[in-house]
């Protein structure tokens, strides 16, 4: 044991960083075990502890670049394989991603060190950089650590603080046991694990039930065509694409509800309305009143802009209002994001954003919400909208990342909007992971990922708003707040000793 222990003193500080990043992304889908994505996340405050606020910039930077290198990396699928950029260039830009989302870990590590004091700081600075990551430059959430927290006990707390709270709890508890296991005060090596084994234990009993029945249940059909994204833009492909979903349709004409992907018709909405949507509605309801929401590229009211939208057929549209960088819109200087979306074989102009807040569609006389693809990672920005709807449709097209990881990381961060809003959500995909999840949070059904195929979900309606749909991240903030003013207190309190 003597030998492993000084071989395990002899391995640098940035190899132990590099490793550190990559266990936290166990509790990460495709893995999702929880607890050891928590020991990654211990590993970095350890690190940071014992070192100058340089020092832990430069290990939370290498901590990032294996945490998000791994973790995020997939972006260069969507750029080489089907954007048709170069190589170097996609790998360049996968490269500068994760670079960006490094800095700022290795920010939060050199302001840990340099200016709060507590056995909290870490936790809470590792934190506020996360939080400032999911909103800056329109934000990219990612590996946010509640995410990894959705098979957890702290799971029960996501109605309550949502994913921010979530992480920012299960990271304190383990600030607390790190704490405990470097105190000197025989008091606190016990008292902290007994703490923080008092907040596990306790954290079912922050669950709780803030929705209600509302309605009978509905049969809601979602389609997943597996029209992969190398074919789904080709002219050929156009009318077996339509015949693929018409067929697929008719399948589940006695349900209440069927959903088609985010832009599974690679059209233009007014030539597909009357030629094809509206007759197909009309055979759909010949023996039942079926409603039908499909993705499909919408005219806006500005010459050559497009909505990416969501279609009910004879009955109102979504707008998709938060747009990806780049790939629905050119950031910035035009002139530069339009070169860039060149580069990445993007032909399509700018889409248009949507409104802010949108009604809801109906179906049996209830409402119900819906996100398209990246804004299901953006819960405190649907929040109100969500608590508008007695269910949510995520309709995506994650074809874009082939077969990655990306996949089941999205429908992760789709769970944690289950159990914020406790509601159904139904995600369709045009390649996967099409799936009902539970307002548990449960994956109830899926397809795997490029199969042709349906599911059936007989889904129950609620209504009532939790109290994150409520608050939003008010209780998360006031958490921060408060925990950053104890730390500049107690520095303060040592430098005028």
């Known amino acids: 044991m003597q030998a492993i222990f000084s071989f395990l003193a002899k391995i640098p500080t940035p190899l132990w960083a590099l490793l550190a990043g990559v266990v936290a ?79 700022f870990v290795a920010a939060s590590g050199w302001l840990a060190q340099k200016f709060i004091r507590g056995w909290w700081a870490a936790a809470v600075l590792f934190m506020v950089g996360d939080w400032i990551r999911g909103w800056l430059f329109t934000g990219f959430p990612w590996l946010s650590p509640g995410y990894g927290m959705v098979d957890s006990p702290f799971a029960s707390t996501a109605a309550w603080v949502g994913v921010y709270g979530m992480g920012l709890l299960a990271l304190l508890v383990v600030s607390m046991l790190l704490a405990a296991f470097d105190s000197r005060r025989e008091t606190a090596r016990i008292a902290m694990p007994l703490t923080a084994a008092v907040v596990i234990l306790s954290l079912p009993i922050l669950g709780g039930t803030f929705t209600t029945v509302a309605g009978n249940s509905l049969n809601v059909a979602v389609l997943q065509g597996s029209v992969t994204q190398d074919k789904k833009w080709l002219p050929e492909q156009f009318r077996p694409t339509l015949k693929l979903y018409r067929d697929m349709s008719f399948e589940h004409r006695d349900a209440d509800l069927i959903v088609w992907p985010e832009v599974a018709i690679p059209g233009r909405y007014r030539d597909v309305k009357s030629a094809y949507l509206q007759p197909l509605k009309q055979q759909l309801n010949q023996q039942s009143n079926t409603e039908l929401v499909v ?18 057929v004879d009955g109102n549209a979504y707008h998709k209002r938060h747009l990806v960088p780049f790939g629905e819109y050119a950031p910035f200087d035009e002139t530069l994001g339009q070169f860039v979306r060149k580069q990445l074989g993007i032909p399509l102009p700018d889409f248009k954003r949507g409104a802010v807040i949108q009604p809801p569609m109906q179906v049996n006389g209830l409402p119900f919400v819906i996100t398209l693809c990246y804004e299901n990672a953006f819960g405190h920005e649907f929040r109100q909208q969500v608590a508008s709807g007695s269910f949510v449709l995520n309709m995506s097209n994650d074809g874009w ?39 548990k949070g ?34 998360f903030y006031a958490a921060l707040l408060l925990l950053l003013a104890l730390g500049l207190l107690l520095l303060w309190r040592d430098k005028t000793r």
Not at 295 to 312: H, I, P
Not at 450 to 456: E, I, R, T
Request: net charge positive.
């Open 442 to 475: 449960e994956v109830v059904q899926q397809i795997p990922i490029l199969k042709q195929g349906s599911l059936l979900q007989r889904v129950q309606p609620r209504k009532g708003a939790t109290p994150y749909l409520t608050h939003g991240d008010k209780v």
């Open 295 to 312: 993705g499909v590229l919408k005219e806006s009211d500005e010459a050559g802009r497009y909505y990416n939208a969501a279609v009910q």
């Open 401 to 439: 990342f082939g077969d990655s990881i990306a996949l089941q990381q999205h429908l992760q961060m789709a769970r944690v909007r289950a159990l914020e809003s406790q509601r159904w959500l139904l995600r369709a995909t045009n390649t996967g992971v099409t799936a009902a999840i539970s307002p």
């Open 25 to 103: 992304l166990a509790g990460f889908a495709p893995t999702n075990i929880w607890w050891l994505g928590l020991i990654g996340y211990g590993g970095l405050f350890y690190l940071w502890q014992q070192a100058t606020p340089s020092k832990a910039a430069l290990i939370g930077l290498l901590f990032g670049l294996a945490h998000f290198g791994f973790g995020v990396s997939w972006v260069y699928i969507s750029i080489n394989r089907f954007g048709g950029a170069p190589l170097p260039l996609a790998i360049g830009l996968a490269a500068l991603l994760v670079l960006y989302c490094s800095l």
